[in-house]
C-alpha cells in the first residue's frame, strides 16, 4: 500500500501558476503509473494526468498545455505544474496510484479574483 499527501494547493488568481507536490511513502514508488485527480463542487472526479514509470505522459484536454505533470522518483515525489490557471479550474486536486487504487487527502485548489 502507498501512502499519499499532497501539499502545495491555495488560492491564486486567474492566469497565475502553482505547483502541486505529493510525497509517496510505503511502497516501490518509481515502478508505478501516477496520477493527479481533481474534482470540482458538485461534480464527479475527472482525471487531469498521468505519467508512467518511465515518464510517458497523459493530460486531460481541459489541462493540456498549460499543466505539466513530472516526478522524482529519487524523492518518491510526484508534481503538477499548474499554468494559466483559470476560475474552472477550481477543485480539490488528488494524487493517486491508479494501480493499487491508493489516494491522498487531497489539496484544495481555488481560482479566483
Known amino acids: 500500500q502507498v501512502q499519499l499527501v499532497e501539499s502545495g494547493g491555495g488560492l491564486v488568481q486567474p492566469g497565475e501558476s502553482l505547483r502541486l507536490s505529493c510525497a509517496a511513502s510505503?511502497?516501490?514508488?518509481?515502478?508505478?503509473?501516477m496520477a493527479w485527480y481533481r474534482q470540482a463542487p458538485g461534480k464527479q472526479r475527472e482525471l487531469v494526468a498521468t505519467?508512467?514509470?518511465?515518464?510517458?505522459?497523459y493530460y486531460a484536454d481541459s489541462v493540456k498545455g498549460r499543466f505539466i505533470i513530472s516526478r522524482d522518483n529519487a524523492k518518491n515525489t510526484l508534481y503538477l505544474q499548474m499554468n494559466s490557471l483559470k476560475p474552472e479550474d477550481t477543485a480539490v486536486y488528488y494524487c493517486a496510484n491508479p494501480i493499487l487504487w491508493d489516494w491522498g487527502q487531497g489539496t484544495q485548489i481555488t481560482v479566483s479574483s
Open positions: 505519467i508512467t514509470s518511465g515518464g510517458r505522459t
Open positions: 510505503g511502497s516501490i514508488f518509481s515502478i508505478y503509473t
